[in-house]
């Protein structure tokens, strides 16, 4: 208060506030001033402020480190094109996410592959993450993606060269992680990884991290709206697939009102040529017989599924172009409606896309489904059966076994009770994405941890 009472104003400002209050007043205001001034200059560059001494970003991130602090805005690590299936995008997407958090970088937006070619990869049509999913979403969501416009100085870039074979352990996969985010090579603005597809790089994270991520993958609007589409022509299905109305006595029987939408049943029905020849060889390699279905074994346990009321809408996803079987809407039991693309009247809203987006819009389709029935071998089926069980752990169940729980899961090829299909559920606590990647027959309805935990 002594500066307060020794500062004497100019006349012009006026004797009122040369009282002690009035002094203190103005040199408050002064420092208000100069704090909207000044601070813009020093904290707005970046997005950068000084909390407590501590370097901290002005947007919150939901992932933490390893380390546990925030992800740099200023570091960065760039991937090379994600190819294959959706899904095994998905899968690449994520580890590209947690390898670069494990580095406590910033992952440069990377680009995903809208076409389906294995071995061509010149073939590759490359497609931004953005133009699929909600850039903006994720970071709100999970936070930790740049862009390239992010950048400073595009030049001081560092090869990393992951490594492949038997001798490529994931003890040394780790072990080039960690040496990678420490000096001198944490110095470089940018690493980019070089030699392999990021899908198959070694896992090192739990189950639960994966979940994360793959929660804040949000479809942008123009395809989620394709998928509403869809799933509303599912909906609008009549009972025995007429717009006959019902009498009374149908209605008590059918338990509700006509004007009430049937239950539907998704089936990622893998019996598609390619699959068909590589469920064979990987049946042969593990020396099992649970990988490969047959179009009537699925019809067969989807119609044996406990507890399932009738009539229900079956929803069939499949990969029209390769099927070699134009009778899979044929032989379904009594009560159940087959459906595929052509025949429910949305082959067109698929045939505007390439496989990618296509794949996307029938993704979103099983994920909402009442019933889910898939291939546990599947990377498709997985992820959704993955996202299921996540859904029902929020909604508190912890055990997947009822026979009324909101979203089962299913999978045709391993036999259950009466000949049906397996419940399926993630097991959200495994220490690695393995069972969801590669497939496996050891699935069951037991309790499973959130990926909160």
Known sequence: MELCFNFKLPKFLGGSLNSVSGKCLLLLVIALILRAVLLP??????GIGWNNFAYVHHRALSLPTSSGFEIRREKFLEVPQIVWGLNNQKIAFARACLTARMLNRT??????SASLFYKEVDLLQPISFDKVFQFEKFNTLCGG?????????????LEMQKGSGRKWTVERDLDQIRDYGRDPFDQHEVIRIVGKNPFLWHDHWPVKDYAKIFECLVLVDEFA??????ISKIRGVKREGTDKVESLEDRISSGGSSNQPLPYVAVHMRIEIDWMIHCKKLEQRLNTTQICSSKKEIMERVGNIVGLKTPAVVYLAVADKLLNDSSILQGWNEGFLPFEKKKLGVDGIYSKYPYLIQSAIDYEVCLRADVFVGNSFSTFSSLIALERTQKMIRMGHNSMCGTNLRWPSYAYNIAAE????????????????KAVSYGTDHISCSPYTSSDA
């Not at 200059?41 to 970046?46: A, C, D, N, Q």
């Not at 009466?418 to 994405?433: H, Q, R, Y």
């Open 41 to 46: 200059t020093l904290s707005g560059v970046g």
């Open 107 to 112: 992952l440069l937006m990377p680009s995903l």
């Open 145 to 157: 993606l740049g862009r390239y416009s992010d950048l400073l100085n595009q030049t001081q870039v």
């Open 225 to 230: 709206k394709e998928a509403d589409r869809v």
């Open 418 to 433: 009466s000949n049906g299909p397996m419940k399926w559920a993630t097991n959200m606590s495994d220490s690695s994405l």
